[in-house]
């Protein structure tokens, strides 16, 4: 079983930085796939970064490209998520999200959750 929290949301200015972390409580961390996902209100949950498991391969949605950062520590089970230049626009519940496989864009190939960590950003 596979436990993540997520910590780190809050209200920023936009423009401003938030750090967001998902501590793993798992057996071998190193054997999944990470991701960050996000939900704003009324709408679906989105992809937003992933990372492979050796933490040499990253993918983020093109929204986020240049001002996100998706990291993993596998010594201390952790992955974060450095978000700067924050925009109203992401403002959202952000989760964290494990997997064995692959890596995968759709929340649907995910097993594992946190229980997320709010993100507003004021205009």
């Known amino acids: 079983q596979v436990q993540l929290v997520e910590s780190g949301g809050g209200l920023v200015p936009a423009g401003g930085s938030l750090r967001l972390s998902c501590a793993a409580s798992?057996?071998?961390?190193?054997?999944?796939?990470m991701g960050w996902f996000r939900q704003a209100p009324g709408k679906e949950r989105e992809f937003v970064a992933t990372?492979?498991?050796?933490?040499?391969?990253?993918y983020y949605t093109d929204s986020v490209k240049g001002r996100f950062t998706i990291s993993r520590d596998n010594a201390k089970n952790t992955v974060d998520l450095q978000m700067n230049q924050l925009k109203p626009e992401d403002t959202a519940v952000y989760y964290c999200?494990?997997?064995?496989?692959?890596?995968?864009?759709?929340?649907?190939?995910?097993?594992?959750w946190g229980q997320g960590t709010q993100v507003t950003v004021s205009s």
């Open positions: 798992v057996g071998t961390f190193s054997n999944y796939y």
């Open positions: 990372i492979s498991r050796d933490g040499t391969v990253t």
């Open positions: 999200a494990a997997r064995r496989g692959g890596t995968s864009f759709q929340s649907v190939d995910y097993n594992y």
